[in-house]
């Protein structure tokens, strides 16, 4: 039974700065393409970054140059270091893994969810 637990959110103000980690238990985590996905109010989950197993990384267009994901394989453990939050970025981010993803940024998800880390962008 995977685990997965998101912790690092919190309340930041415009242009500033999180770290969101994402640990998982109880699978062979380095295996897996891993990728933060977030659900704002009333929207669908969103798949925002990924990470394969070889370190490729891609971003949906709109957190370019702004968010950056990274894993630790020995911890067991998905990054998303987000520099310069706008209000959009406001969502819970969650993480899960699988094993491939779409040109269209949608990577169907292994595990069941954790409970996501609530990120609010307000002044």
């Known amino acids: 039974q995977v685990q997965l637990v998101e912790s690092g959110g919190g309340l930041v103000q415009p242009g500033g700065s999180l770290r969101l980690s994402c640990a998982a238990s109880?699978?062979?985590?380095?295996?897996?393409?891993m990728g933060w996905y977030r659900q704002a109010p009333g929207k669908q989950r969103e798949l925002v970054a990924i990470?394969?197993?070889?370190?490729?990384?891609d971003y949906v267009d709109f957190v370019k140059g702004r968010f950056t994901i990274s894993r630790d394989n020995a911890k067991n453990t998905v990054y998303l270091q987000m520099n310069s939050v706008k209000p959009e970025d406001t969502a819970v981010y969650y993480c899960n893994g699988g094993t491939s993803y779409t040109t269209d940024y949608r990577m169907n998800p292994l595990w069941s969810w954790g409970q996501g880390t609530q990120v609010t962008v307000s002044s």
């Open positions: 109880g699978t062979f985590f380095s295996r897996y393409v």
């Open positions: 990470i394969t197993s070889t370190y490729t990384i």
